[in-house]
C-alpha cells in the first residue's frame, strides 16, 4: 500500500514563503507524474502544478512565477516551494502522485491527506 504524507503547510504572512513536502511509502517500483492540487472553502480543487517522470513542469497561471514544483525520485518525495504568497492562496493543498507498485502493475493515482496553507495578517 502506498501512503502520501505532505507537511509545511501553516500561518504566513501575504508576501512570506512557504514549503510543502510530500513524501511517498510503501512499496514503489516506480513513479510517474507527481502534483499539487488546493482546494480553498467553498470551490472546486484545482490544479496548481505538475511535474513529469523526466522534470517538465506546468503551473496554474494563478501562481506562474511565485510557485516552483520539483522532485526527487529517490526519496519518492514532490516539493512546492512557494513565494510572494497572497490571501488567495489561502486553501488545503494536497499531493497526488502516479505510482506502479511492481513491473506488472498499472499506474494508480495515489492522493495526500491535505495540508492546510493560510495566507493572512
Known amino acids: 500500500q502506498v501512503q502520501l504524507v505532505e507537511s509545511g503547510g501553516g500561518l504566513v504572512q501575504p508576501g512570506g514563503s512557504l514549503r510543502l513536502s510530500c513524501a511517498a511509502s510503501?512499496?514503489?517500483?516506480?513513479?510517474?507524474?507527481m502534483e499539487w492540487y488546493r482546494q480553498a472553502p467553498g470551490k472546486q480543487r484545482e490544479l496548481v502544478a505538475s511535474?513529469?517522470?523526466?522534470?517538465?513542469?506546468t503551473y496554474a497561471n494563478s501562481v506562474k512565477g511565485r510557485f516552483t514544483i520539483s522532485r526527487d525520485n529517490a526519496k519518492n518525495t514532490v516539493y512546492l516551494q512557494m513565494n510572494s504568497l497572497k490571501p488567495e492562496d489561502t486553501a488545503v493543498y494536497y499531493c497526488?502522485?502516479?505510482?506502479?507498485?511492481?513491473?506488472?502493475?498499472?499506474?494508480?493515482?495515489?492522493w495526500g491527506q491535505g495540508t492546510q496553507v493560510t495566507v493572512s495578517s
Open positions: 511535474i513529469s517522470a523526466g522534470g517538465g513542469t
Open positions: 497526488k502522485a502516479n505510482f506502479r507498485t511492481t513491473l506488472w502493475a498499472t499506474f494508480t493515482d495515489y
Open positions: 510503501g512499496t514503489i517500483f516506480s513513479s510517474d507524474y
